[in-house]
């Protein structure tokens, strides 16, 4: 307010210099000389008309600045909105991977490339047992720690992605079944050292069950995906929180 206050005074004190000095020069020039009572009307006149009309205009500038600024928070509201709702059109609201949608377009981008992959399938072991044990709100909180721990240990390039419930994929340039088996028995090492408390008297022991399938560069997304959801039921069959991969002679190995 205090600004406001001081930049119209300076307005309106320029405005009476400007007037007088008009004034004077015109009186001179029309009469030879210059009354002294016009040279006060002079300086009257920006006072009695200027002052309102300088004050009206002031407020419009301010009501101009005010809308342009909530325009300019709209718009960054609306702009935070779009990210917000990208992001959650691309990603897990729960533990913050690619959702199945994304993870299919951007594997199947990948395997457009002709190069080799490995596809892993994660399936949490009994789970239905946390949530008929210890709530919804416990196989969430299981859930987001699996997440976690899986985007510790992953390989750097991984995508990684909730496919549903508890069933997670992960997918990484490359066909190296050394690395595969490393990097899947690296997820599923640090989920067995786990210590999840669901609540102050109880403690539940937390595995998976990892598939793995590979690509030589010829294979879409549906197979792949297909053959790492088949080994991971297999690693189910067998026992649970295990590796099973194709070709087990080259797998024992590298074991």
């Known amino acids: 307010m205090t600004k ?13 210099v400007l007037s007088i000095l008009t004034a004077a020069l015109l009186m001179y020039f029309f009469f030879g000389n ?8 002079a300086g009257l006149v920006p006072i009695l008309a200027g002052l309102p009309i300088t004050f009206l205009i002031d407020s419009h500038r301010r009501r ?4 342009l600024s909530e325009l300019e928070h709209a718009h960054k509201q609306l702009a935070e909105l779009n990210l917000e709702l990208e992001k959650q059109a691309r990603f897990d609201y729960l533990t913050g991977f690619l959702n199945r949608r994304y993870f299919v377009e951007a ?3 990948h395997l457009q490339q002709n190069q080799p992959a490995t596809m892993f399938c994660i399936d949490l072991d009994d789970f239905k047992q946390i949530n008929d044990r210890f709530g919804h709100l416990a196989g969430d909180a299981a859930l987001k720690l699996i997440s976690r721990t899986i985007s510790q240990v992953a390989p750097e390039d991984a995508l990684i992605a909730r496919m549903g419930g508890e069933e997670f994929a992960l997918f990484f340039h490359g066909g190296s079944f050394v690395k595969a088996y490393q990097a ?4 599923r090492t640090a989920i067995e ?9 109880a403690k ?13 560069g010829t294979r879409d997304f549906e197979t792949l995906f297909a053959e790492a959801d088949h080994f991971m039921y297999d690693a189910k069959n067998k026992g649970k929180n295990r590796i099973v991969m194709p ?9």
């Open 4 to 16: 406001r206050i001081l930049r119209l005074a300076m307005i309106t004190v320029g405005s009476m």
């Open 34 to 41: 210059i009354p002294f009572a016009g040279l006060v009307i």
């Open 64 to 67: 101009l600045h005010d809308a």
């Open 107 to 109: 594997v199947t981008s």
């Open 184 to 187: 899947a028995e690296a997820v």
């Open 193 to 201: 050292c786990l210590t999840f408390e669901p609540s102050e008297e």
């Open 204 to 216: 539940h022991n937390l595995s998976v069950s990892i598939g793995v399938a590979f690509s030589s």
């Open 247 to 255: 070709e087990p002679d080259r797998l024992e190995q590298v074991a």
